[in-house]
């Protein structure tokens, strides 16, 4: 049955034979496949470009010449007549064909029977008319139609009215037929119009009427949706609904203008499934009615002519998705100007929007959600993988692979709002949203699989998480009878450009061997010992870090677990102990420096000691000073400084930064210890100054006048405060009594340089140090020894600038005050 | 991750970028991803006369493959912690390698 309820009765359609029934349909298209070829790159047929707006034009009372059309079925007389002549009527070449062999023939059979051959040429006009039931008339033995009864031109025929009316689709054209009707495909009917046309037969005159028919009739239910996305906004009129339209329409009493305006695709769209797509473009160009069908009904000879001129080429897409525009144009005239305006605004609205629509709707469908979803899914996995697991969040091990920027964060404030934020939460983040967005969706439409995936997805983000934590650690794989390596990489572990295998027993060796060697003294050795004290550092360091709260009382668990931490501490210490080295034997007049020593000796060790300070105690304090001062013309800072003499004024660059360092790093680490260290301890260090070291040379630095300043003012500072007893004192004086003698020749000689080379400062805190522990006569001496250089430093001074000259003339005074004099008094 | 880290705390800082076709830009850092791509606000290209088409861009994505030296402000470098953050990455480095 089909859709519109004709005939559909073939075999009995077939037995009329070829020439009574199918007609023009019959036709082969030339350029069906030209058209064809173009349709099918340009993937996705719209319905408009196959539709020619023909169907519009067709009036539902002016149906009378459907006949003619369609072959009016066997009607006796002139209407038989009509029918058959219509059906071949625009098969010029037939014809002309049928007339030229006719009267080839009538000549033939003229000259045969009648040798006068008195009239013969008239005879072939008439047979021009003969049909094909004129052509079963025995009486006349040749007729047109012999070609019919020709063996290799009939089955031809039956072969293309079988393809097409049954198997619907394929359909080549067949190269004996094109000569023979180009004009009957120049023009094409859209399915739509012959539909319209069909169903105002079937409406205004019955079934008997439909009978040439029904070979169309299996088409228009062959499945049509190639693309299975209908696009039933397309054209569809916007001020119409469909519903009245469709009301009408069953009604059969649709109002011209309104049928007109109501696009019939709209018509078709409404009530059932209708796409275009090619099946239904092949369809059209098998039923195109001939072009000259129009110009047999008087009142339809106006329109067709504008609506040919308006139709589009099968491929040529874009602006023309306001075709019925102008099919309508005629209808629109009747229209009041207002009405007119607004549908042609309208329109103009529409047309834009279709084709907006078009161009979005290129990859429609596409994707099942399924495949979306699956998309996602993969997105995800990557970004979870390259992003870092979630496992990230773990404060610990964001520290480890964003140290800098989060400490550098704490320390001078954060830029940003969530520094702690690492890079795994975007993953989470990301994951969550798009897991709302998902199931939202899916709610909306009902769309019942939408939870499964969301489960899925997590599910699948949840293994890659843990695929990635329970990696392999090799980082390539090497497929058995490959040449290449596949090497695994991502944005935290790229891949590696060369791959050294380290043996793994070296891993455990190489620090033993440092740890013996290190007496060699090397640079190397000693720069991986200062190494391995910043590992030990950095390690305590993070113990501080994850320090457990104070336990209280009676709290067992908190007790235990403070003891166990205190334990790890303390083990750190012994390996921070051990890498210092301090320990290591005094080896007296070796020509390496002791290890500890060459360890200060880098920039390195210096700006270690406030760190390594503040993670021993008191007694690795004090070795370590010990250790300092024992050493103290070792040292680099010593050493190195002695070059300059009274007239050097300046020392290399490296020498002066690594005083300066010094001063920076050790000396407040030093002090900070000194200022606490009991009498005995400032009595010891200093008898090590005296015996183990050049005090001459010590003292001819900033480094070493320094700590002689701090060990002489720490000791005055006891004395004045009364902590110290009289043996104590006894046993100092005795000391200080040495280093004054030693000293006093040699004082002159302490200060840098010459007088204007500015920084002299310790100099001058050395000496009001000096004064003040010593006896008068001891002070006399000091003056004396150093009078020249206060009246050089007063005079020069009052050539400076104020601020330079009293800062000057301040150093010099602490020392004058400090043995009860003043620069003023000077004068 | 160790430089991705250290320009992460250079960024609202104004650097210079040297590419490595020796086109130097100066400009204010504004973000910096994992490969170290750049992104520049307010640029500003030293020796514009040879490369006048670059005379009215404002602010560039840099790739980071194509960067041969970032001229940081040197007083927004803690040298101390940078070598700090240079030793946990070696040790990370070593503890992934083995």
Do not use: C
């Amino acid at each position: 049955m089909s859709f519109f309820g004709f005939d559909t009765n073939l075999p009995r359609d077939r037995d009329r034979g070829p020439a009574a029934s199918r007609g023009f349909f019959e036709n082969p298209d030339p350029f069906a496949d030209i058209a064809r070829a173009t349709a099918v790159e340009d993937d996705g047929i719209d319905f408009e470009d196959t539709y020619d707006g023909l169907g519009d034009q067709l009036d539902d009372d002016q149906d009378a010449f459907n006949d003619d059309t369609f072959g009016g079925g066997g009607n006796a007389g002139a209407g038989a007549g009509a029918g058959t002549s219509v059906g071949r009527d625009f098969d010029f070449f037939g014809r002309t064909a049928e007339v030229s062999n006719a009267i080839d023939e009538e000549q033939m059979r003229y000259a045969l029977q009648n040798p006068q051959a008195a009239r013969a040429p008239p005879a072939a006009p008439q047979e021009t008319y003969v049909p094909a039931q004129h052509a079963a008339e025995p009486t006349i033995k040749r007729t047109g139609y012999e070609k019919y009864s020709d063996p290799g031109y009939i089955p031809d025929l039956q072969a293309k009215s079988s393809v097409w009316g049954i198997a619907q689709e394929k359909r080549e054209p067949s190269p004996a037929m094109i000569p023979t009707m180009p004009a009957a495909s120049r023009k094409m009917m859209s399915l739509e119009e012959v539909e319209a046309q069909m169903r105002n037969r079937g409406q205004a005159f019955g079934p008997e009427t439909t009978q040439s028919i029904p070979q169309t009739m299996p088409d228009m239910s062959f499945p049509r949706h190639p693309q299975g996305l209908p696009m039933l906004p397309d054209g569809f009129p916007a001020n119409i609904p469909p519903e009245i339209l469709r009301a009408h329409l069953e009604k059969g009493g649709l109002p011209p203008h309104l049928a007109h305006m109501a696009d019939p695709r709209a018509m078709y769209g409404s009530p059932g499934p209708m796409m275009p797509g090619q099946p239904l473009q092949q369809f059209d160009q098998n039923n195109r009615p001939p072009r000259d069908l129009p110009s047999q009904d008087p009142r339809h000879a106006g329109p067709p002519p504008v609506q040919r001129q308006h139709v589009p080429p099968p491929p040529s897409r874009g602006p023309n998705g306001g075709l019925p525009v102008i099919t309508n144009t005629e209808q629109l005239i009747h229209l009041t100007e207002e009405q007119r305006n607004a549908y042609l605004m309208e329109d103009a609205k529409r047309a834009k929007r279709n084709h907006k629509i078009f161009l979005l709707s290129r990859g429609n469908g596409l994707m099942t959600p399924q495949d979306k979803n699956f998309i996602t899914r993969i997105q995800l996995q990557q970004l979870v993988a390259a992003a870092g697991n979630v496992v990230d969040a773990d404060p610990e091990a964001v520290l480890a692979e964003d140290f800098y920027y989060q400490v550098y964060s704490q320390i001078r404030g954060a830029p940003r709002q969530h520094p702690h934020q690492p890079l795994g939460h975007f993953a989470q983040t990301y994951l969550l949203q798009t897991g709302n967005r998902i199931s939202g969706h899916g709610n909306r439409r009902a769309f019942h699989s939408a939870d499964n995936h969301m489960q899925r997805m997590q599910q699948q983000v949840q293994r890659a998480v843990e695929a990635a934590k329970a990696k392999p650690k090799n980082k390539q794989l090497i497929i058995e009878g490959s040449l290449g390596k596949i090497s695994f990489s991502n944005a935290k572990a790229p891949k590696h450009m060369l791959n050294i295998k380290r043996p793994d027993s070296s891993e455990g060796i190489r620090p033993k061997k440092v740890q013996s060697n290190l007496s060699i003294g090397d640079r190397k050795s000693l720069l991986g010992n200062i190494e391995a004290v910043y590992n030990a550092l950095m390690s305590m360091e993070d113990m501080e870090r994850t320090m457990p709260p104070p336990p209280e009382e009676g709290d067992t668990e908190a007790i235990q677990e403070h003891l166990e931490w205190r334990q790890k501490v303390q083990s750190l210490n012994q390996k921070l102990w051990q890498a210092l080295k301090v320990m290591e034997p005094i080896v007296p007049n070796s020509t390496t420096p002791h290890p500890f020593i060459a360890f200060l000796s880098y920039p390195k060790g210096k700006k270690a000691i406030p760190r390594i300070f503040r993670h021993i105690d008191q007694e690795q304090r004090v070795t370590i000073l010990t250790m300092i001062v024992v050493h103290l013309d070792t040292l680099d800072v010593v050493h190195l400084a002695q070059a300059s003499g009274p007239n050097d004024s300046q020392l290399p660059v490296a020498v002066r930064e690594a005083i300066d360092l010094f001063s920076l790093a050790v000396m407040p680490s030093l002090l900070g210890y000194v200022n606490e260290a009991a009498f005995n301890i400032i009595i010891g260090l200093l008898g090590l100054v005296i015996a183990q070291t050049q005090v001459l040379a010590v003292a001819r630095t900033k480094i070493g006048l320094g700590i002689l300043t701090m060990l002489l003012s720490r000791a005055e500072i006891i004395k004045e405060a009364g902590q110290a007893s009289e043996r104590d004192w006894q046993q100092w004086v005795e000391k200080f009594n040495v280093l004054f003698d030693m000293l006093e020749p040699s004082l002159v000689h302490i200060f840098p340089g010459s007088i204007n080379s500015g920084d002299d400062m310790y100099v001058w805190q050395f000496l009001a140090a000096v004064g003040i522990g010593a006896s008068p006569e001891q002070q006399q001496r000091l003056v004396i020894a150093v009078k020249d250089r206060v009246m050089e430093t007063v005079s020069y001074s009052k050539s400076l600038p104020a601020d330079m000259s009293s800062q000057r003339l301040g150093n010099v005074n602490l020392f004058m005050r400090a043995i009860g004099l003043d620069v003023d008094l000077l004068g | 991750m160790l430089f991705f880290s250290f320009f992460k705390t250079l960024t609202n800082q104004t650097v210079t970028i040297e590419l490595k076709n020796d086109i130097r830009i100066r400009g204010i850092l504004k973000s910096v991803d994992q490969y170290l791509n750049i992104k520049l606000d307010d640029v500003e290209v030293l020796e514009l006369d040879k490369y006048p088409h670059l005379s009215s861009v404002k602010n560039m994505f840099i790739r980071g493959s194509v960067v041969r030296y970032v001229m940081l402000p040197r007083s927004e470098v803690d040298v101390g912690l940078l070598e700090d953050a240079t030793r946990r990455e070696a040790a990370n480095q070593a503890g992934k390698a083995r």
